[in-house]
């Protein structure tokens, strides 16, 4: 059976395809960029320092 939230599956996934880990890999990457988007939104909102240099911290921890 199938089970999960369709937008956040890899294609693999939903169509009852072989698996590997690139499917994780999808995954965590609708997973990050919903979170990234989430964040600029912030960002844009509030437009604190605060948000500004989270996001700072983020990106530079993943460049690193």
Not at 10 to 25: F, G
Not at 31 to 41: A, D, G, P, Q
């Amino acid at each position: 059976s199938l089970v999960g939230t369709f937008p956040w599956m890899a294609p693999e996934v939903i169509q009852s395809l072989p698996v590997s880990e690139t499917c994780d890999t999808y995954s965590y990457g609708v997973v990050s960029s919903f979170l990234i988007s989430c964040l600029l939104r912030e960002i844009q909102k509030a437009n604190t320092q605060k948000y500004q240099l989270l996001l700072l911290a983020l990106l530079f921890n993943r460049c690193t």
